[in-house]
């Protein structure tokens, strides 16, 4: 029987995952990437590219590499817990390498336009069309992964802010920035509390004479190191803390956040405070912040009113004089013109069945890998996405009817717009624990707690009260992993390697082997109790 074959359309993280994927499931990929070499947002060039995402020299990211690797590849001991860009393209290259990835690659081609065939009710076919050194190809594809990102197009509202096309000093999106060398001296203004708001802020501040962060809400700024020293997201992500917060609910979850973050820094006094509850906007990931507030690099202002030739207005009344640079960090905008009208974008808001299949199509054969703004890793999330599509590619896994897939897009949307601030940032929003447990259950691949618990009660006390790593869903199902068990019983290690640089006393697991059994007990009964009982 011939193979079927996919279009997989970007050679970035869900593009390398979706090549693996396909070949995991016997079907034959073809990847497009239209520039010169693979690794998508994480590739740092001087010059951003049309097209193609673009990130600062000196970008670190805000998930740790436990939670953020790919489920059959755990990132190695020696790598730091949170990754400079450089060192998660290394990653992508060795993954790429270990899978033998690189040979279904198509460097420096552009997808032009992606159509059904005319017979695509009874075939699912598409033609994809693309375009290499001024050469045009046509070729037809049994289904297509698109895999393109969403951090490519820059989200430049200018019409809001009155004056800038008199204001005589630099202005430009996030996209552009580099490093901090030309602001030397300067008086800057960044616009935009978001994670690249946040960073740019404090970077050009070593630098700048004085930078103004400019915020017309406010943000929950939340610290890459968490408890004990741990990454904050590896105390985040359990099955245990799931638990609390589906019991609890969002009230308490807020109350319980937002006075922990308090704690580390009264984000009232720091004037942060936003108008909104920790879950009603994506957090700001940022350690260094309060620092350079507190030592008044950082100056924290309210939304821009309007711009004169020199200066900024805000909204409250005061003004900053003698500025020479403006930094619009003010997000993305995405949207895919080479499909068509398959896939329909307004204002960042697209209708996507579990945010992967849209659900107007007769055959089930395209499907956006990684479109989603989750709060948590995205790798796993794309990885999980991609072992799905390919099964339904393959008939293994059936979707349900239109009807059902419109009546559950709906209630999604209803319910992002009912919890988070209006923003375009949020129109793709997904918490890391529901949707990985969410496709993991759509799989066939999320553990089986109480059978655990009973055959492997080590194993499951990790499940449990460790964090929910992207490895867990390995250990049971389709592209069942048999190194799965061991690399979830070493997490700690892992995570500890590239801190413990010298010898000191006491530097053993922050769990006792008293406290462990103890522990083990409370788990067995937890999950009886939320597994077994109605």
């Given amino acids: 029987m011939t193979k079927k074959r ?50 600062y020299k000196s970008v670190i990211i805000n998930t740790s590499k436990e939670m953020m690797c790919f489920s059959d590849y755990p990132i190695p001991a020696h790598f730091p817990n949170f990754m400079h860009n450089s060192e998660i393209l290394e990653y992508f290259r060795m993954y790429a390498k270990e899978f033998d990835l690189l040979k279904y690659i198509r460097l420096k081609t552009t997808v032009c336009s992606v159509k059904k065939q005319p017979d695509f009710s009874t075939s699912g076919q598409w033609e994809v069309v693309t375009e290499s050194e001024g050469k045009k190809e046509v070729n037809v594809f049994d289904g297509v992964m698109v895999c393109s990102g969403h951090h490519t197009n820059a989200h430049l509202p200018l019409e809001n802010f009155p004056g800038i096309e008199k204001f005589k000093g630099q202005y430009f999106h996030s996209r552009d920035y580099k490093n901090p060398d030309c602001f030397t001296g300067k008086r800057v203004i960044v616009i935009g509390i978001g994670n690249s708001g946040g960073d740019l802020a404090v970077e050009i501040s070593h630098t700048a004479k004085q930078v103004f962060l400019s915020t017309r809400r406010g943000a929950w700024i939340m610290n890459r190191v968490g408890d004990f020293g741990y990454p904050f997201d590896v105390f985040l992500n359990s099955r245990f803390k799931y638990f609390l917060q589906k019991t609890f609910g969002q009230s308490l979850i807020n109350a319980y956040m937002e006075k922990r973050m308090n704690e580390r820094f009264n984000h009232a006094m ?51 004089d003698n500025i020479d640079a403006v930094i619009f960090a003010t997000g993305y905008s995405f949207a895919f013109p080479f499909l068509g009208d398959s896939v329909k974008v307004v204002k960042n808001r697209v209708s996507l069945y579990k945010k992967v299949f849209p659900p107007n199509l007769e055959k089930p054969t395209l499907a956006m890998i990684g479109l989603i703004q989750p709060l948590g890793a995205i790798m796993p999330i794309s990885e999980l996405q991609a072992r799905w599509v390919t099964q339904v590619f393959k008939g293994l896994k059936t979707l349900p009817s239109q009807s059902e897939m419109m009546r559950e897009i709906t209630e999604v949307q209803r319910q992002i717009d009912t919890r988070y ?23 066939g691949v999320k553990p089986n707690l109480l059978s655990i618990a009973f055959t492997d009660p080590k194993l499951a006390l990790q499940l449990f009260l460790g964090p929910c790593t992207p490895i867990q869903y390995r250990l049971q199902g389709p592209g069942k992993w048999a190194g799965a068990r061991n690399a979830l019983l070493t997490t700690d290690e892992r995570i500890r390697k ?37």
């Fill in 6 to 55: 996919i279009a997989v359309i970007g050679g970035g993280m869900s593009g390398l995952t979706s090549v693996k994927c396909c070949l995991d499931e016997g079907l034959e990929p073809v990847c497009f990437e239209r520039s010169d070499d693979i690794g998508g947002l994480w590739r740092f060039q001087e010059k951003p590219e049309e097209g193609r995402a673009s990130i």
């Fill in 498 to 534: 590239p801190l413990m640089t010298r010898e000191v006393e006491g530097s053993g697991p922050i769990i006792s082997t008293t406290l462990v059994k103890l522990m083990l007990a409370v788990v067995l009964f937890a999950i009886i109790i939320t597994y077994v009982l109605p």
């Fill in 421 to 443: 601030v209006e923003s375009q940032r949020h129109t793709i929003q997904g918490d890391y624990m529901d949707v990985m447990e969410e496709l993991a259950e759509l799989l």
């Fill in 270 to 320: 720091y004037s942060l405070k936003p108008k909104h509850r920790f879950l009603s906007q994506h957090p700001t990931v940022n350690d260094n912040l309060p620092n350079r507030i507190i030592s008044g690099r950082v100056k924290v202002k309210g939304n821009v009113k309007e711009f004169t030739e020199t200066a900024a207005i805000f909204e409250d009344g005061s003004r900053e």
